[in-house]
């Protein structure tokens, strides 16, 4: 089994902070798996220290281009990886970042993963009130509006916890997961009996007169953090508490140099209003033994964050079994038991307060079972570094599997729900397809019908590229319209070769281009699936090296070459047509690929087959400059007939007639040129006709003879030819040869001939072969495959 690209684009510490923390146990439970997975770090290391977090310096805008430079250097060597990307707070610094990092890596990865650590950014740029930039508030819309781009719909998004989930449902995630973070256990030794130091000074605070509760800050000093709001909270505790209460406060993770000045004046202020009765001391970054002590020591967890993704301190508290008072934050009241009774609204020191004389009222009254079995077994339960790393690992399994939309998981499971590996996302590029110029006619007429039975399968997820000219997805489907039109050859080889730096945010199981040619760019739309029509540029260079200049048989057929060279799977649509590409590969040198026939849909399968039609006497070919298409030869037959005076019915053409035959028809009487015809004039016109004349040298299908036949109406056609192929199925009926003018007219005679009921037989056996629910499957099957890969 192939190992699975994961590129972390992540932080590890220094400096230590919860996000690092995290990264850094991620990455290392990708690597325990290398058998499974290819791991690539990428430790976008923006900040040293806790202080200089959100800092601006042209330091960090240097680093930026290095990180962005080491990513590309990985994608170019790696196939289809995963970027794992955390995005940023709603600050300038973090949000300009993420503006410039995502912007450059959307364009090389197309399963871009982001994990939620720091929540907020993604439901900002969709217009949340909750917080804002700190400019005009016309600058901030234009900034949310940024953001909604560089994030819009990545592959996946994981929420660290249910109630921070809002980000990825913001941000239209194709597939959600929640995956808690996880710490290893700090107190393995726990024992609930009254052995342990806490439970002892709980029994203790039943008798004393004057109780001291220890009460434990932990986590760098900011306002966001609720530092400023844990002084205040203490303040009003002390006021409204019992006289003979006293509290001792612990902040371990020292004080933030944004707030260190109003810290200190409030401090002074509690210590000169109740010397007696408070003890405030201040401790920097603990780790180990100290850390552990701290929280041994202290009676009560303080919790007062304005804003939280998951609140990883505090379930290191619930698993040192510590009573908790905290603010509502997301991530705070996420990780929390169901109904914790502790919680005050955000923001709020007076609320606050009161939760605070509520619990430490519950201490003085302790009786065994107490919450704290309830708060450690909930850590035991959920929080554990091995769920985390297993959870991890079993998430990116099933997103390197390429599964999609997965449902985001129940609060109270501890498990990444199994998605439907059965439905596939895939993206169409279409704007090569523009109605009336060039080949696209019958390919484009191929196309529609084969997308639209695509759109209508529960197994598919269809979504796609066109232009302003080009033919358009289904409505069901998921479209991005370049504003645009690549009718004109400059905008159009621009387009099919950098459309894929225009699927910002697309990421798809696979890349599928119906006409058949690969961008430049092939390695940013992989896994890919082309449809190969024919080799009829092969064909042309050799037998009509005039018909296009050098440069374009050369662009062609290099384009044919870097195609079948680079794509992932290849369609055609005949036996016929895979003989020809496979003569060519070849040809060229290219190594021989499996090659699946699909056949083609026909447009007009949607209309009843007629049983039978009052015919008017003519008979219809679609005319074309192609000199492979012979409409020249057919001219000339047709008017050397009727000098003869042979007894025909009108030769209707209809589109395009090569200017060398032009004073033909001046001077006949039995051929009528016609323009392309709308839609609904083209049905009338084949249903009324008597027979279709295809006389095509080379051919990689043939649809208008299966066009015909639904209208009911028989075909003349080349032998040896696609066409023979695919009409084989229901008739043999109609073939001639390209030397012998004789032949074709006697093929005209035998087809006029076939009965209404043996014509409405043919069109019905030719409706089963070639359906479009046939033609769907068969393509899914490809599908299926390499998006399996």
Request: one cysteine or more.
């Amino acid at each position: 089994m192939s190992r699975i690209p994961v590129i972390l684009f992540a932080q590890v510490p220094p400096p230590e902070h919860g996000q690092s923390r995290m990264v850094r146990l991620g990455l290392e439970a990708l690597r325990e798996r290398s058998k499974e997975f290819e791991v690539h770090h990428v430790n976008a290391r923006f900040s040293d220290s806790l202080e200089n977090i959100g800092d601006r310096s042209i330091g960090k805008v240097l680093v930026t281009f290095k990180y962005l430079a080491q990513a590309a250097l990985i994608r170019m060597r790696v196939r289809d990886p995963i970027l794992y990307y955390v995005p940023g707070p709603v600050k300038w610094s973090a949000v300009v970042r993420d503006w410039v990092l995502l912007s450059v890596l959307r364009l090389f990865y197309s399963r871009v993963v982001f994990h939620w650590h720091a929540i907020g950014h993604g439901e900002w740029a969709h217009g949340s009130e909750r917080l804002r930039l700190s400019s005009a508030p016309w600058i901030d819309q234009l900034a949310r509006r940024i953001s909604a781009i560089v994030l819009e719909r990545p592959y996946a998004s994981i929420s660290v916890v249910q109630t921070s989930s809002k980000d990825a449902a913001a941000v239209s995630s194709r597939q959600s997961l929640v995956l808690f973070n996880g710490i290893a256990d700090p107190w393995p030794e726990f024992d609930p009996s009254v052995t342990q130091p806490r439970i002892q000074r709980m029994e203790e605070f039943k008798s004393v007169e004057r109780p001291r509760f220890k009460v434990l800050f932990f986590s760098h000093g900011t306002v966001e953090k609720g530092v400023i709001d844990a002084l205040e909270c203490l303040a009003a505790t002390l006021a409204t508490c019992p006289p003979e209460w006293g509290f001792q406060m612990t902040f371990a993770g020292g004080i933030s140099d944004a707030c260190k000045l109003q810290f200190d004046s409030l401090e002074e202020s509690i210590r000169k209003k109740w010397p007696q009765r408070v003890e405030i001391q201040q401790m920097g970054y603990l780790t180990g033994d100290d850390k552990k002590r701290c929280f041994l020591e202290n009676d009560l967890f303080l919790a007062p964050s304005r804003w939280e993704s998951f609140g990883l301190t505090v379930i290191e508290a619930m698993a040192y079994g510590m009573p908790i008072v905290a603010a509502a934050s997301d991530g705070v009241k996420g990780v929390l038991p169901q109904g914790y009774p502790y919680l005050a609204p955000v923001a709020n020191p007076s609320e606050l307060a009161i939760r605070m004389l509520e619990c430490c009222s519950a201490l003085r009254e302790f009786s065994a079972p107490h919450p704290r079995i309830k708060l450690r077994n909930h850590f035991l339960d959920l929080y554990q570094i091995k769920d985390f790393s297993e959870n991890l690992v079993n998430a990116f399994l099933k997103l390197g599997a390429n599964v999609c939309e997965t449902p985001i998981i129940e609060e109270d499971d501890k498990n990444v729900v199994t998605p439907d590996s059965s439905k596939i996302t895939l993206s169409a590029y279409l704007a090569d397809q523009n109605p009336m110029l060039g080949r696209s006619l019958g390919i484009s007429r191929m196309t529609a019908v084969m997308l639209e039975a695509l759109s209508q399968r529960e197994d598919v997820s269809l979504r796609g590229v066109a232009s302003e000219s080009s033919i358009q997805l289904p409505e069901q489907a998921e479209s991005r319209v370049l504003p645009w039109s690549t009718r004109g050859s400059v905008w159009r080889v621009l387009t099919d070769h950098l459309h894929p730096l225009f699927g910002i945010g697309s990421a798809v199981d696979v890349h599928y281009f119906p006409k058949g040619f690969l961008p430049w760019l092939h390695w940013l739309c992989q896994p890919s699936v082309v449809t190969i029509h024919d080799t009829i540029i092969q064909h042309s260079s050799d037998h009509y090296p005039k018909w296009r200049t050098v440069i374009e048989y050369r662009y062609w057929a290099a384009m044919l070459k870097h195609t079948l060279r680079h794509a992932d799977c290849i369609l055609t649509v005949s036996e016929s047509s895979k003989s020809q590409v496979l003569s060519f590969m070849a040809r060229h040198g290219i190594a021989e690929k499996e090659i699946c026939v699909t056949y083609e849909p026909c447009l007009y399968e949607s209309l009843p087959q007629p049983e039978e039609v009052v015919k008017e006497d003519y008979v219809i070919h679609l005319a074309s400059r192609e000199p492979h298409k012979r409409t020249a030869h057919l001219i000339h037959w047709w008017h050397e007939a009727e000098m003869r005076g042979e007894a025909l019915p009108i030769l209707r053409l209809i589109g395009t007639v090569p200017s060398e035959v032009a004073h033909l028809l001046a001077s006949s009487h039995g051929i009528v040129k016609q323009p392309f015809l709308e839609e609904s004039a083209l049905e009338d016109t084949y249903r009324l006709a008597r027979a279709l004349i295809l006389p095509s040298e080379i051919e990689g299908f043939g649809l208008p003879a299966l066009e015909a036949y639904y209208l009911g109406t028989p075909v003349c056609f080349v032998e040896g030819t696609s066409v023979e192929e695919i009409l084989g199925a229901a008739t043999t009926k109609g073939g001639f040869r390209l030397d012998d003018a004789a032949s074709l007219f006697s093929a005209l005679h035998e087809v006029m001939a076939m009965s209404p009921d043996e014509v409405m037989q043919c069109g019905l056996k030719l409706r089963e072969t070639y359906a479009a629910e046939k033609v769907a499957e068969r393509m899914m099957e490809a599908f299926r495959s390499v998006a399996a890969g």
